[in-house]
């Protein structure tokens, strides 16, 4: 076999960027970085502080003297059951990832490969919540959980939540990219519609169901607004209230209102730095073919 080659063929060159243009892409994400890392660098370099040396004047970003008293502190008040708010806001958390999960998928694989009538209306609806604030909704579902007797009870907590409007999106918008010969090769064998949903579609969502899952434990560890209004037994309460427990019963104490924020910020960071590339990997996914 003959094998032609053009004779004025070269590799195209590639542009290279300008080593100034790098060194000021490389100073403005520093610069990004810093920004964004200077208010938990602040918070916990104030934990480490003793109390008289957070009220100084100047004061001080590093600590002088280093103390770990707010933190043991703390840990050996009898009157926070440290523990049972990790519990508290672990059940939550998971409980509430667990369902959003599973309606979300469920909700986004309906919406992708099944048609029927006020398909796009019903869609549009789901869209429309999430232009929606929480505090709009929040009485009613406030209202609702005294009609269902779920004050002031863990469960109040996950119920609400679901539904999520953005999950379903996110599922709907991967599971339409799925070829339909997969599906219909499934029926064809025999498989019900929820065997093709549990054995043939959610086998492929692996990054958008851990960046849902991720986002979904993130939001609900750092919720206080909601558990605030709803938990009202001091045993019940989440690590965020935690916060509020201590600003309302310490005062002008902020070595022990920023180490209680560095316990609260501490999991979900870790959570984060772990789960990072899920999150970029399903949202990079989600929508390309």
Same mark, same amino acid.
């Given at each position: 076999?003959?094998?032609?080659?053009?004779?004025?063929?070269?590799?195209?060159?590639?542009?290279?960027?300008?080593?100034?243009?790098?060194?000021?892409?490389?100073?403005?994400? /520093?610069?990004?970085?810093?920004?964004?890392?200077? =208010?938990?660098?602040? +918070?916990?370099?104030?934990?480490?502080?003793? @109390? !008289? #040396?957070?009220?100084?004047?100047?004061?001080?970003?590093?600590?002088?003297?280093?103390?770990?008293?707010?933190?043991?502190?703390?840990?050996?008040?009898?009157?926070?059951?440290?523990?049972?708010?990790?519990?508290?806001?672990?059940?939550?958390?998971?409980?509430?990832?667990?369902?959003?999960?599973?309606?979300?998928?469920?909700?986004?694989?309906?919406?992708?490969?099944?048609?029927?009538?006020?398909?796009?209306?019903?869609?549009?609806?789901?869209?429309?919540?999430?232009?929606?604030?929480?505090?709009?909704?929040?009485?009613?579902?406030?209202?609702?959980?005294?009609?269902?007797?779920?004050?002031?009870?863990?469960?109040?907590?996950?119920?609400?939540?679901?539904?999520?409007?953005?999950?379903?999106? /996110?599922?709907?918008?991967?599971?339409?990219?799925? =070829?339909?010969?997969? +599906?219909?090769?499934?029926?064809?064998?025999? @498989? !019900? #519609?929820?065997?093709?949903?549990?054995?043939?579609?959610?086998?492929?969502?692996?990054?958008?169901?851990?960046?849902?899952?991720?986002?979904?434990?993130?939001?609900?560890?750092?919720?206080?607004?909601?558990?605030?209004?709803?938990?009202?037994?001091?045993?019940?309460?989440?690590?965020?209230?935690?916060?509020?427990?201590?600003?309302?019963?310490?005062?002008?104490?902020?070595?022990?209102?920023?180490?209680?924020?560095?316990?609260?910020?501490?999991?979900?960071?870790?959570?984060?730095?772990?789960?990072?590339?899920?999150?970029?990997?399903?949202?990079?996914?989600?929508?390309?073919?």
């Amino acid at each position: 076999m003959a094998t032609v080659q053009l004779a004025n063929s070269s590799p195209i060159p590639r542009r290279s960027r300008h080593p100034l243009t790098r060194s000021a892409v490389y100073a403005v994400l /520093l610069i990004g970085l810093a920004v964004t890392l200077l =208010p938990f660098i602040w +918070i916990l370099m104030t934990s480490l502080k003793p @109390a !008289s #040396e957070i009220v100084r004047i100047p004061p001080t970003f590093f600590p002088e003297q280093w103390t770990f008293n707010s933190y043991q502190t703390i840990f050996n008040d009898p009157k926070v059951p440290l523990a049972r708010f990790y519990l508290n806001s672990l059940l939550v958390s998971v409980g509430r990832v667990v369902i959003t999960l599973f309606t979300s998928s469920l909700a986004g694989y309906i919406f992708a490969k099944f048609a029927f009538r006020g398909k796009n209306v019903l869609f549009g609806f789901i869209l429309v919540q999430l232009m929606i604030p929480f505090q709009v909704v929040m009485i009613p579902a406030y209202l609702i959980l005294v009609q269902l007797r779920l004050i002031d009870s863990l469960w109040g907590l996950v119920i609400p939540s679901m539904i999520d409007a953005f999950g379903i999106f /996110l599922m709907r918008q991967f599971i339409s990219t799925f =070829p339909n010969d997969l +599906i219909d090769a499934a029926r064809i064998d025999g @498989a !019900s #519609e929820f065997g093709v949903y549990a054995r043939v579609v959610m086998p492929n969502l692996g990054a958008p169901l851990a960046t849902l899952g991720i986002f979904t434990f993130m939001a609900t560890w750092n919720d206080y607004l909601w558990p605030l209004i709803v938990i009202t037994t001091h045993e019940k309460r989440t690590l965020p209230l935690l916060l509020t427990w201590y600003t309302s019963q310490h005062g002008q104490r902020y070595d022990l209102t920023m180490a209680a924020s560095i316990l609260v910020l501490l999991p979900i960071l870790v959570a984060y730095i772990f789960f990072q590339r899920w999150i970029v990997r399903g949202i990079a996914l989600t929508g390309m073919k």
